[in-house]
Structure formats: structure tokens, C-alpha cells
């Protein structure tokens, strides 16, 4: 089973920095303990092994007698000597590793001695007996009684040790955080940007300050902004000088068939007539919906809602709009009532009765407002909840005479609100029927 991965680079930038970063701290602290323990361990027995060098030294410059009579000066600080041979059942020879065996091999090449070991019931650890030959075949006997042979390794507390290993931890990982941040910032801002751009094409350039590398994506991300506004501009100036130019002919075509004496073929003329010319106040509408972006203003919803349930009532249609808390959005009226309105007469349309729902998402600077108008049809295969906002685009059940329209209500309404920071969505309801959930910025 493979260890999930974090999803964004600056996750994944931090994990790798900290992860890198606390192994190599604990690698280095731990080779730093044990070399110190090593340098420390080394320089006490080579300390050692010269005191013992310089008292056989100064040994072998005396008399027997005179050594008889200083023995008992030499060495008190740490060092006990004797001129008696010490024979003991309990001694061990030591081990020719042991660094106080290199250390008096080293500071004295041409003397023979031997390290031997007596274990001590009372102690934790055995004493030290050091045995030298003098140069007239004398020996003396070292004792080492406070060094034991082979000291440990004095760690750090386990708790003293986590402490300052989390301690750099920190720090590192503060350090990382903050380069990890300043290194993906620019891909942040570039994404809202991006996203921006989705819900407005007029909005205003990226800035483009900063390192070289963020300051030429930037200029790209301004350039590419700037064609896709001049080719949607394009693409809505000519929808409307056509769907424009399209009604003096069609208006012409009009006055010709009140000409036409077959009744039967006149009504049947008259209705593709009546069709193209809502094909063109379609197209019109959907190339000022493309352009509307006037000002947003406080807008109370509830009011609104009744309005329009009692405008479709009038035309013998049934709204439901239940009674709730007054909820106020930021939004232009008239845009706000054309996009719901379209979305009310489409659940009529198709669903014979609508219900709308009013609900207020958390409070704050991000609070949403939902309007969910549901109706009572078929609803929609799961593959078309998102393709009927696009433009022109109609499902089967909406080509037949009878519902029939231009495709461009849909794609109307979510540019309509896109133009004033809301959104449309679709969903089928569990019960049955289509569920439009239209979301803005509550006050």
C-alpha cells in the first residue's frame, strides 16, 4: 500500500525539505556525539599514558633505594605506585585493543608493560594495574583506581537530545516554510488569477512584478487575457449585428406572407417567422448578457422571489416560494431577476410546477446565499447537467414544438450571473425533478 502524496507543490516542497533536513540533522548530531566521545575518550587515556611515561622515567634516573623512598610521592593526583609485585587470582590481562594499551605503546615504544584487570566486588567497574619494566630489570606497578577500562560513552539525556533535535527541526522547517512559500506564491496568485479571468475576461491585468521568471509568466498571463477578451468581444459584436440585421428581413418576410392567400400555408410561415424572430431576440439577449457588468447593489431576495412567483402566477403558472429570514446579496437587479426568471420558466417548462428554497451559508466575509428552484420533470442524465449552459446547445426532450427553444437560456442566465460574482448549477433532485442552485455573495 503506497503513502499518500500530498497533492500541491508547496506540501510536497515542505515534506521533502523537512524530511531531507531531519535526517541529515540527526546523522550529523549523531556523528558529532560519537566523535567527541572519541576525541574525548582519546586525549584521557593519552594523558594518562604520559604521566605514566614520565614517572618511569624519572624512575629509572634513581637508586633502588631512592625509589623506595619517593614511590609513595609519585602520581597522587591519579596515579597509585608500587614497587611490590601484586599477585591476585582475580586478575585479567586487558584486551591489546584498549586505547590505554595504544596510548603507552605509543608514548613509550621501547618499554615492556602489560595492562592487567582486578575486579572489585564493591565497584561497577574492575581497576586498572599498569606493569612496567624499569631499565635495570626493576618493575613497578601503576594502579588506576577512578578509570575504568573501558569508559562509556557519556550521551546526552535522550530528553536534552530530542529537545535540541526538535529545536532545529523547527528552525529548519521555518526557514524551509518560508522559502517553499516565497518560491510557490507566484504559481497561487497565477491560479486565481486564472480563475478570475473565468468569471470576468475584463478583469484587471496580472501584476508583474517580481523575479524574472514570475515577471515573463505574468506578461504571458496579461497577453493571453487581453486576446481572449478582444475575441470574445469580437465573437459577441458580431452574434449581435447579426442577430440585428436578421430582423428587417425577417419583418419583411412577415408583411410578404400576409400575402400568401393558402391560410394553412400562411399560419405554417408565419410560425417559422415567429420562431427565427425568438432566435434572434434570443441571440441579441445572450451578446448583452456577454457585455452587462453594471454595478452591483444591495438587493433584498425574498422580496423578489414573491415578486416573481406572483408575475408567474398571473400567467397561470404554479411558483412556490415558502417564507423565510430577509437575506440581502450584492447583486443587479435586473440582471438577477432575468437570470431566475429564465430559470423559473425553464422548471415550468419542463417540471409543470416549481419550488424555490432560500438558504445563508456560514456569515462572514465569505458568506454565500442559495437559491435552489426545483421542479418536477424528468430531470437530466447525469452527462448534460453541464452542457446545457452552453450556447445553442439542446437536449432531446427540448426540440419538439411543444418546449422547443434556442439553447441560450441557460447559457444566459450563468453569464448573467457570472457578470455580478454568482453562479448556476444543476443537479438532479433524489426525489425527482431538476434542482438550478444559484449561489451569491450574501451581505
Not at 17 to 22: E, F, H, S
Not at 44 to 51: D, T
Not at 170 to 194: E, I
Not at 322 to 345: F, G, H, K, Q, Y
Request: proline fraction near 7%.
Amino acid at each position: 500500500m503506497k503513502m499518500p502524496w500530498p497533492r500541491s507543490l508547496f506540501a510536497r516542497l515542505m515534506l521533502i525539505w523537512l524530511v531531507g533536513m531531519t535526517l541529515v540533522l540527526a546523522v550529523s548530531l549523531a556523528l558529532f556525539v560519537g566523535e567527541r566521545e572519541r576525541i574525548g575518550r582519546s586525549a584521557l587515556f593519552e594523558g594518562i599514558a604520559q604521566e605514566i611515561a614520565a614517572a618511569a622515567d624519572l624512575l629509572d634516573r634513581m637508586s633502588p633505594p631512592e625509589r623506595e623512598r619517593w614511590i609513595d610521592e609519585f602520581g597522587r593526583r591519579r596515579l597509585r605506585l608500587s614497587l611490590r609485585p601484586v599477585s591476585d587470582d582475580r586478575l585479567r590481562s586487558l584486551a591489546a585493543d584498549h586505547p590505554l594499551h595504544l596510548a603507552l605503546r605509543t608514548a613509550m615504544p621501547d618499554r615492556p608493560f602489560s595492562i592487567l584487570t582486578v575486579s572489585r566486588g564493591d565497584r561497577p567497574h574492575p581497576m586498572l594495574l599498569v606493569s612496567l619494566q624499569l631499565r635495570d630489570g626493576g618493575h613497578v606497578q601503576v594502579r588506576l583506581p577512578n578509570i575504568p577500562p573501558a569508559p562509556p560513552l557519556h550521551t546526552p539525556q535522550p530528553g536534552r537530545l530530542f529537545a535540541a533535535l526538535a529545536a532545529l527541526v523547527v528552525g529548519v522547517g521555518l526557514l524551509t516554510w518560508l522559502a517553499v512559500r516565497l518560491a510557490t506564491r507566484p504559481l497561487s496568485r497565477m491560479a486565481a488569477a486564472a480563475r478570475a479571468l473565468g468569471e470576468d475576461p475584463a478583469r484587471a491585468p496580472m501584476d508583474t512584478r517580481g523575479p524574472t521568471e514570475v515577471a515573463q509568466a505574468a506578461t504571458a498571463f496579461n497577453q493571453m487575457q487581453q486576446r481572449i477578451a478582444e475575441h470574445v468581444t469580437e465573437r459577441t459584436r458580431i452574434l449581435a449585428a447579426i442577430s440585428h440585421d436578421l430582423q428587417t428581413p425577417i419583418t419583411r418576410l412577415r408583411l410578404r406572407a400576409e400575402m400568401v392567400e393558402d391560410e394553412a400555408l400562411r399560419s405554417r410561415i408565419q410560425s417559422d417567422l415567429d420562431a427565427m424572430q425568438g432566435l434572434v431576440r434570443e441571440g441579441l439577449a445572450y451578446a448583452r448578457s456577454l457585455d452587462e457588468r453594471a454595478p452591483a447593489q444591495a438587493v433584498e431576495l425574498l422580496p423578489l422571489l414573491h415578486a416573481l412567483a406572483e408575475d408567474a402566477r398571473d400567467m397561470g403558472w404554479t411558483v412556490n416560494v415558502p417564507d423565510s429570514p430577509c437575506v440581502r446579496v450584492e447583486a443587479n437587479p435586473s440582471a438577477l431577476r432575468r437570470a431566475l426568471w429564465n430559470l423559473i420558466e425553464n422548471g415550468i417548462k419542463f417540471g409543470g410546477t416549481v419550488d424555490i428554497a432560500l438558504t445563508r451559508h456560514p456569515s462572514g466575509a465569505s458568506a454565500r446565499v442559495a437559491i435552489a428552484i426545483r421542479d418536477h420533470g424528468p430531470g437530466l442524465p447525469e452527462a448534460e447537467l453541464e452542457k446545457v449552459f452552453e450556447a445553442f446547445y439542446r437536449t432531446e426532450a427540448s426540440r419538439n414544438r411543444e418546449t422547443g427553444g434556442t439553447g441560450l437560456g441557460l447559457a444566459i442566465t450563468r453569464n448573467l450571473l457570472q457578470g455580478q460574482g454568482g453562479e448556476v448549477s444543476l443537479h438532479n433532485h433524489p426525489d425527482g425533478g431538476l434542482v438550478a442552485t444559484v449561489a451569491l455573495r450574501a451581505l
